[in-house]
């Protein structure tokens, strides 16, 4: 599937749901789906700087595509960032670098969060670009 559909996917599905708390309830959902990451990967080399929660990123390269997973203290940020991880996973560093998380806004996730949450999701958003700029670098290309 491509990140286009992806967040095509992800629009309508949210879209569905008549209110912010149902939405809310939708994005921590999808992180309770996700499985924690362990203590050893809970670490200050995979935490994001910037978000008033406590956030991992932990970036994976296998076979010409990236993998991210995510974890956090707080409900909502980690169902926002396996959002994130799950649109980008599976794809090629240069999908990634084209990719764009804007679709989240388009359903209201961030009208509803602290500048602190936003910047810390924005700060996963540029993790894994940065990741994926070092995937193609990394492979010379």
């Not at 992800?10 to 939405?23: C, K, Y």
Request: some cysteine; charged content about 30%; proline content about 4%.
């Amino acid at each position: 599937m491509s990140l286009k559909e992806k967040s095509d996917r992800f629009v309508e599905e949210m879209s569905l749901l008549p209110d912010r708390f149902e939405r809310f309830t939708y994005i921590v959902d999808h992180g309770k789906h996700h499985e924690p990451l362990s203590p050893e990967l809970r670490t200050e080399t995979f935490r994001v700087e910037g978000c008033q929660s406590q956030l991992w990123l932990v970036p994976e390269f296998h076979d010409g595509v990236c993998r991210f997973r995510a974890d956090s203290d707080s409900a909502i940020v980690k169902g926002i960032a396996a959002i994130i991880c799950d649109y980008y996973s599976g794809e090629k560093p240069e999908a990634i670098l084209e990719g764009d998380v804007r679709f989240l806004e388009e359903v209201g996730v961030d009208q509803h969060l602290s500048s602190n949450r936003r910047n810390g999701l924005g700060q996963v958003d540029n993790r894994i670009k940065r990741f994926a700029k070092s995937c193609l670098e990394d492979a010379g290309t």
